[in-house]
T-cell receptor
Framework: DTGVSQDPRHKITKRGQNVTFRCDPI?????LYWYRQTLGQGPEFLTYFQNEAQLEKSRLLSDRFSAERPKGSFSTLEIQRTEQGDSAMYLC????????????FGPGTRLTVL | GQQVMQIPQYQHVQEGEDFTTYCNSS?????IQWYKQRPGGHPVFLIQ?????EVKKQKRLTFQFGEAKKNSSLHITATQTTDVGTYFC???????????FGPGTSLSVIP
Protein backbone atom coordinates (compact mmCIF):
# COMPACT_ATOMS: atom_id res chain seq x y z
CA ASP A 1 0.00 0.00 0.00
CA THR A 2 1.60 3.24 -1.20
CA GLY A 3 -0.86 5.52 0.58
CA VAL A 4 -2.55 6.54 -2.67
CA SER A 5 -6.12 5.30 -2.97
CA GLN A 6 -8.40 5.15 -5.96
CA ASP A 7 -12.11 4.57 -6.16
CA PRO A 8 -13.74 2.58 -7.60
CA ARG A 9 -11.30 -0.25 -8.28
CA HIS A 10 -13.44 -1.57 -11.09
CA LYS A 11 -16.08 0.07 -13.25
CA ILE A 12 -18.19 -1.54 -15.95
CA THR A 13 -20.29 0.79 -18.01
CA LYS A 14 -22.19 0.89 -21.25
CA ARG A 15 -20.97 2.86 -24.20
CA GLY A 16 -22.19 6.44 -24.08
CA GLN A 17 -22.39 6.66 -20.28
CA ASN A 18 -20.35 9.07 -18.20
CA VAL A 19 -17.97 7.80 -15.52
CA THR A 20 -16.02 9.54 -12.77
CA PHE A 21 -13.00 8.23 -10.89
CA ARG A 22 -11.51 9.55 -7.69
CA CYS A 23 -7.91 9.61 -6.48
CA ASP A 24 -6.78 10.43 -2.96
CA PRO A 25 -3.03 11.15 -2.95
CA ILE A 26 -0.60 11.09 -0.08
CA UNK A 27 -1.55 14.16 1.94
CA UNK A 28 1.66 16.18 1.74
CA UNK A 29 2.19 15.52 -1.97
CA UNK A 30 1.64 18.58 -4.11
CA UNK A 31 1.68 16.87 -7.51
CA LEU A 32 -0.92 14.46 -8.80
CA TYR A 33 -0.78 12.62 -12.10
CA TRP A 34 -3.33 10.68 -14.12
CA TYR A 35 -2.23 7.90 -16.48
CA ARG A 36 -3.99 5.36 -18.65
CA GLN A 37 -2.51 1.91 -19.13
CA THR A 38 -3.58 -0.80 -21.52
CA LEU A 39 -2.35 -4.39 -21.58
CA GLY A 40 1.27 -4.69 -22.56
CA GLN A 41 1.89 -0.96 -22.57
CA GLY A 42 3.49 1.51 -20.24
CA PRO A 43 1.46 4.14 -18.39
CA GLU A 44 0.35 6.85 -20.83
CA PHE A 45 0.38 10.36 -19.39
CA LEU A 46 -3.02 12.09 -19.36
CA THR A 47 -2.68 15.14 -17.15
CA TYR A 48 -1.18 16.41 -13.94
CA PHE A 49 -1.80 18.95 -11.20
CA GLN A 50 0.46 20.94 -8.98
CA ASN A 51 -1.70 21.72 -5.98
CA GLU A 52 -5.04 22.73 -7.54
CA ALA A 53 -3.61 23.96 -10.85
CA GLN A 54 -3.79 21.69 -13.89
CA LEU A 55 -0.42 22.32 -15.52
CA GLU A 56 -0.33 19.94 -18.45
CA LYS A 57 -2.79 17.93 -20.45
CA SER A 58 -1.89 15.37 -23.08
CA ARG A 59 -2.75 16.31 -26.63
CA LEU A 60 -4.00 12.75 -26.98
CA LEU A 61 -6.74 13.49 -24.48
CA SER A 62 -10.04 14.21 -26.14
CA ASP A 63 -12.52 16.80 -24.94
CA ARG A 64 -14.51 13.96 -23.38
CA PHE A 65 -11.92 13.74 -20.62
CA SER A 66 -11.76 16.27 -17.81
CA ALA A 67 -9.96 16.29 -14.50
CA GLU A 68 -10.20 18.44 -11.41
CA ARG A 69 -8.36 18.89 -8.15
CA PRO A 70 -10.43 21.59 -6.54
CA LYS A 71 -8.73 21.96 -3.18
CA GLY A 72 -5.35 20.60 -4.06
CA SER A 73 -6.08 17.33 -2.31
CA PHE A 74 -8.15 14.61 -4.00
CA SER A 75 -8.72 14.60 -7.75
CA THR A 76 -11.45 13.36 -10.05
CA LEU A 77 -11.21 12.19 -13.64
CA GLU A 78 -14.41 12.22 -15.67
CA ILE A 79 -14.96 10.56 -19.01
CA GLN A 80 -18.07 11.62 -20.87
CA ARG A 81 -19.84 9.57 -23.53
CA THR A 82 -17.55 6.59 -22.98
CA GLU A 83 -16.35 4.56 -25.95
CA GLN A 84 -15.06 1.00 -26.07
CA GLY A 85 -11.59 2.35 -26.73
CA ASP A 86 -11.64 3.98 -23.30
CA SER A 87 -11.42 0.56 -21.67
CA ALA A 88 -8.16 0.57 -19.73
CA MET A 89 -6.61 0.83 -16.30
CA TYR A 90 -6.60 4.42 -15.06
CA LEU A 91 -3.74 5.08 -12.69
CA CYS A 92 -3.23 7.97 -10.34
CA UNK A 93 0.17 8.86 -8.91
CA UNK A 94 1.21 11.45 -6.38
CA UNK A 95 4.56 13.09 -5.92
CA UNK A 96 6.26 15.47 -3.56
CA UNK A 97 8.79 17.46 -5.52
CA UNK A 98 12.10 16.45 -4.04
CA UNK A 99 15.47 15.14 -5.06
CA UNK A 100 14.28 11.85 -6.49
CA UNK A 101 10.85 12.81 -7.85
CA UNK A 102 9.44 9.41 -6.94
CA UNK A 103 5.85 8.89 -8.04
CA UNK A 104 3.66 6.80 -5.77
CA PHE A 105 1.01 4.98 -7.75
CA GLY A 106 -2.42 3.99 -6.58
CA PRO A 107 -3.95 0.58 -7.33
CA GLY A 108 -5.80 1.94 -10.35
CA THR A 109 -9.39 1.87 -11.60
CA ARG A 110 -10.08 -0.71 -14.26
CA LEU A 111 -12.69 0.57 -16.70
CA THR A 112 -14.57 -1.74 -19.02
CA VAL A 113 -16.85 -0.16 -21.59
CA LEU A 114 -19.35 -2.58 -23.09
CA GLY B 1 7.25 14.71 -29.73
CA GLN B 2 9.33 12.87 -27.22
CA GLN B 3 9.43 9.07 -27.57
CA VAL B 4 10.86 6.53 -25.17
CA MET B 5 11.58 3.03 -26.44
CA GLN B 6 12.65 -0.11 -24.61
CA ILE B 7 14.15 -3.38 -25.76
CA PRO B 8 13.57 -6.21 -25.53
CA GLN B 9 9.80 -6.33 -25.16
CA TYR B 10 9.97 -9.74 -23.47
CA GLN B 11 12.78 -11.71 -21.87
CA HIS B 12 12.64 -15.24 -20.53
CA VAL B 13 15.62 -16.33 -18.44
CA GLN B 14 16.57 -19.28 -16.30
CA GLU B 15 16.85 -18.47 -12.63
CA GLY B 16 20.41 -17.42 -11.96
CA GLU B 17 21.00 -15.91 -15.40
CA ASP B 18 21.57 -12.21 -15.89
CA PHE B 19 19.05 -9.82 -17.47
CA THR B 20 19.41 -6.43 -19.14
CA THR B 21 16.82 -4.02 -20.49
CA TYR B 22 17.68 -0.96 -22.55
CA CYS B 23 15.86 2.34 -22.75
CA ASN B 24 16.29 4.95 -25.48
CA SER B 25 14.82 8.41 -25.76
CA SER B 26 14.43 10.45 -28.93
CA UNK B 27 15.39 13.57 -26.99
CA UNK B 28 17.81 14.51 -24.24
CA UNK B 29 16.43 13.82 -20.80
CA UNK B 30 16.84 15.83 -17.63
CA UNK B 31 16.53 12.61 -15.65
CA ILE B 32 15.27 9.07 -15.98
CA GLN B 33 13.39 6.86 -13.57
CA TRP B 34 12.90 3.11 -13.45
CA TYR B 35 9.77 1.39 -12.19
CA LYS B 36 8.80 -2.24 -11.67
CA GLN B 37 5.28 -3.53 -12.10
CA ARG B 38 4.38 -6.99 -10.88
CA PRO B 39 1.58 -8.85 -12.69
CA GLY B 40 -1.72 -7.38 -11.54
CA GLY B 41 0.03 -4.62 -9.62
CA HIS B 42 0.89 -0.99 -10.09
CA PRO B 43 4.26 0.57 -10.97
CA VAL B 44 6.68 0.85 -8.07
CA PHE B 45 9.57 3.30 -8.15
CA LEU B 46 13.04 1.78 -8.21
CA ILE B 47 15.45 4.63 -8.82
CA GLN B 48 16.13 7.99 -10.47
CA UNK B 49 19.27 8.87 -12.43
CA UNK B 50 20.15 12.49 -13.07
CA UNK B 51 23.80 12.89 -14.02
CA UNK B 52 25.38 12.07 -17.36
CA UNK B 53 27.14 8.69 -17.13
CA GLU B 54 25.68 7.98 -13.70
CA VAL B 55 25.76 4.42 -12.39
CA LYS B 56 23.79 3.31 -9.37
CA LYS B 57 23.49 -0.10 -7.73
CA GLN B 58 20.78 -1.64 -5.61
CA LYS B 59 21.90 -5.08 -4.50
CA ARG B 60 21.70 -7.18 -7.70
CA LEU B 61 20.36 -4.29 -9.83
CA THR B 62 22.66 -1.90 -11.70
CA PHE B 63 21.30 1.21 -13.38
CA GLN B 64 23.17 3.33 -15.91
CA PHE B 65 22.43 6.68 -17.53
CA GLY B 66 24.18 7.35 -20.82
CA GLU B 67 26.71 10.09 -21.38
CA ALA B 68 24.37 11.90 -23.76
CA LYS B 69 21.46 11.47 -21.34
CA LYS B 70 19.36 9.83 -24.05
CA ASN B 71 19.67 6.20 -23.02
CA SER B 72 19.69 4.07 -19.92
CA SER B 73 19.94 0.45 -18.90
CA LEU B 74 18.95 -1.81 -16.05
CA HIS B 75 20.98 -4.94 -15.41
CA ILE B 76 19.96 -7.65 -12.97
CA THR B 77 22.62 -10.13 -11.89
CA ALA B 78 21.64 -13.70 -11.07
CA THR B 79 17.91 -13.33 -11.51
CA GLN B 80 15.49 -14.73 -8.95
CA THR B 81 11.81 -15.59 -9.28
CA THR B 82 11.02 -12.47 -7.26
CA ASP B 83 12.40 -10.39 -10.14
CA VAL B 84 9.43 -11.34 -12.33
CA GLY B 85 7.52 -8.35 -13.63
CA THR B 86 7.62 -5.55 -16.17
CA TYR B 87 10.36 -2.97 -15.94
CA PHE B 88 9.59 0.51 -17.22
CA CYS B 89 11.89 3.41 -17.80
CA UNK B 90 10.35 6.86 -17.54
CA UNK B 91 12.07 9.87 -19.01
CA UNK B 92 11.67 13.49 -17.96
CA UNK B 93 12.54 15.93 -20.72
CA UNK B 94 13.63 19.40 -19.78
CA UNK B 95 11.26 21.17 -22.14
CA UNK B 96 8.27 19.08 -21.13
CA UNK B 97 7.33 19.11 -17.48
CA UNK B 98 5.99 15.59 -17.54
CA UNK B 99 7.31 12.06 -17.66
CA UNK B 100 7.02 9.70 -20.63
CA PHE B 101 7.03 5.99 -19.87
CA GLY B 102 8.56 3.43 -22.16
CA PRO B 103 6.53 0.36 -23.21
CA GLY B 104 8.35 -1.83 -20.70
CA THR B 105 10.29 -5.08 -20.74
CA SER B 106 8.47 -8.06 -19.34
CA LEU B 107 10.77 -10.44 -17.47
CA SER B 108 9.93 -14.07 -16.85
CA VAL B 109 12.20 -16.17 -14.67
CA ILE B 110 12.09 -19.94 -15.07
CA PRO B 111 12.90 -21.73 -11.80
Amino acid sequence: DTGVSQDPRHKITKRGQNVTFRCDPISEHNRLYWYRQTLGQGPEFLTYFQNEAQLEKSRLLSDRFSAERPKGSFSTLEIQRTEQGDSAMYLCASQRLATNNEQFFGPGTRLTVL
Amino acid sequence: GQQVMQIPQYQHVQEGEDFTTYCNSSTTLSNIQWYKQRPGGHPVFLIQLVKSGEVKKQKRLTFQFGEAKKNSSLHITATQTTDVGTYFCAGWETSYDKVIFGPGTSLSVIP
